[in-house]
């Protein structure tokens, strides 16, 4: 079974400030998704990256996938109270686990005003 | 707000009740899934269908039984459940296997 990392588990930041989370893996994802959710609704798709090396942006956010498309991180800048919230990472495993997401244990984020 | 439709929001039922979970999508996805989501936890992967047929069953006990009557639908059938199944029940779904995932904002489930 392959297994994300993620980290940190938790951040608490002031408005303004810059955050940087991180997912690792050992084995080779053919895509990984970013998603953020907030208390009582379920996790929305933010971005998928699926070329080694890619970089996206989403206005604030920047996700990036390695080369190597084990690891990924998601860079946000000068966060906002609307920026708090869950922060979870999702691999696709390779081929003979078709549609299975291997989630990582998620990053709790909370923006103070 | 979400294009895949949970319902109902809450559940509260009984160990020896009978109840059913409902998913709706009408983006085209051919696949959809179930999850499991406890507090401050990632969500697991229950089942997995893929053009109505199951494709993925995570060892699920057989208290929890799904079905997907159509392309659009998803059911979970609920059965004689115990106190830890309470959790967040989410529904996904997907173009086909291998794509990005759509989530509902799930059924708070509670086991009396």
């Known amino acids: 079974t392959q297994l994300l990392e993620q980290s940190p588990q938790f951040l608490s930041i002031q408005e303004g400030e810059n955050l940087t989370v991180y997912c690792n893996s050992s084995s080779v994802f053919s895509s990984l998704q970013w998603y953020r959710q907030e208390p009582g609704e379920g996790p929305v798709l933010l971005v998928t990256v699926v070329t080694g090396g890619e970089v996206k942006k989403l206005k604030r956010l920047t996700f990036q996938f390695g080369d190597a498309r084990k690891d990924s991180s998601l860079h946000i800048t000068a966060a906002q109270p609307g920026d708090t919230g869950l922060y979870l990472c999702?691999?696709?495993?390779?081929?003979?686990?078709?549609?299975?997401?291997?989630f990582g244990a998620g990053t709790q984020v909370v923006v103070t005003p | 707000d979400t294009e895949v439709t949970q319902t109902p929001k809450h559940l509260v039922m009984g160990m020896t009740n009978k109840k059913s979970l409902k998913c709706e999508q009408h983006m085209g996805h051919r696949a959809m899934y179930w999850y499991k989501q406890k507090a401050k936890k990632p969500p697991e992967l229950m089942f997995v269908?893929?053009?109505?047929?199951?494709?993925i069953n995570e060892s699920v006990p057989s208290r929890f039984s799904p079905e997907c009557p159509n392309s659009s639908l998803l059911n979970l059938h609920l059965h004689a459940l115990q106190p830890e199944d309470s959790a967040l029940y989410l529904c996904?779904?997907?173009?086909?296997?291998?794509?990005?995932?759509?989530f509902g904002d799930g059924t708070r489930l509670s086991i009396l």
């Open positions: 996904a779904s997907s173009l086909t296997g291998g794509q990005p995932q759509h």
């Open positions: 999702a691999g696709e495993e390779t081929t003979d686990s078709w549609g299975k997401l291997q």
């Open positions: 269908y893929s053009y109505e047929k199951l494709s």
